[in-house]
């Protein structure tokens, strides 16, 4: 074959293997993340109930403290139970999955090491799950604003970028998380820590709209304000904040892009301490 035609052959051949690179990415990932979702609801009773019965509960306790115990006054809307879990559902979704990030590589030790896939993929998988778990708890938003009389608005339509954010959001995370616990193990316990003030830091239990305006700002650097300004967006349309959303489109890019350079530079080593 010349050097002409072996080019030629290059160039028709380079995007087939690509897209079967990618189909098998997508087909390794999707089978990683169903067994993940099927091993843990195999051994319990109640199964796919418990990723919803957590948010709920939360929320009763909220909702219970914050209408029936004290006058909550500006902090959030009616009706508040649909302004809780609007956010509560996709936070459990970002502190689910960044927690398991954290044993990403550690508890998959083995398989990692016998495995010629993108190790990216066990990150991925995580995400993936978590995120599964949060479309399958969005019917118990819908029955709430059902019974409540919450009334549904355009914000609807902006789920899709709300899901796609949070997505990349997480993933990046995730991928500063995983290989960096593999060599400092303490790390996990700390990012427990980090993720429960976090909590309280992230517009949940109350929304920006009701922070006072000096701190305003500072709670858009949170990319979460934006995110979960967008999904409560749908019920209530004042809490959509557009800086908020652009801040948090900017700072999704910046950890995506970190965490690919993170996760490139560890890869090699993490193989060797795994």
Do not use: C
Request: glycine letters at 6%; a positive charge.
């Amino acid at each position: 074959m010349t050097t002409a035609s072996a080019q030629t052959a290059s160039r028709t051949t380079g995007p087939l293997v690509n897209r079967g690179a990618v189909r098998r990415y997508r087909h390794a990932l999707w089978l990683l993340t169903s067994r993940d979702l099927r091993v843990r609801y195999s051994t319990s009773a109640l199964g796919y109930l418990w990723s919803i019965l957590d948010p709920l509960v939360m929320s009763a306790i909220y909702w219970f403290v914050f209408t029936q115990v004290f006058h909550r006054g500006k902090v959030g809307e009616e009706p508040y139970i649909v302004f809780l879990l609007s956010a509560l559902l996709p936070w459990m979704w970002f502190t689910g999955a960044v927690s398991d990030s954290t044993r990403a590589f550690t508890s998959e030790a083995k398989l990692i090491r016998s495995t010629t896939i993108p190790r990216s993929i066990w990150v991925a998988r995580v995400n993936a799950s978590k995120g599964i778990e949060f479309l399958l708890s969005l019917p118990v938003l819908a029955v709430f604003a059902i019974a409540t009389g919450a009334h549904v608005h355009w914000g609807l339509a902006l789920y899709p970028l709300a899901i796609l954010l949070q997505a990349g959001l997480v993933y990046g995370i995730g991928l500063i998380v995983a290989p960096l616990v593999v060599f400092f193990r303490d790390l996990e316990r700390a990012v427990k820590l980090v993720l429960r003030f976090f909590f309280y830091a992230s517009p949940i239990i109350y929304g920006t709209t009701a922070l006072p305006e000096k701190l305003r700002d500072l709670a858009a650097l949170n990319p979460l304000s934006g995110i979960f300004g967008i999904y409560r967006s749908a019920f209530f349309p004042n809490q959509l904040n557009w800086f908020e959303v652009v801040v948090s489109v900017l700072v999704t890019i910046v950890v995506l892009a970190v965490g690919l350079v993170v996760f490139r530079r560890s890869e090699h080593r993490v193989l060797k301490e795994l």
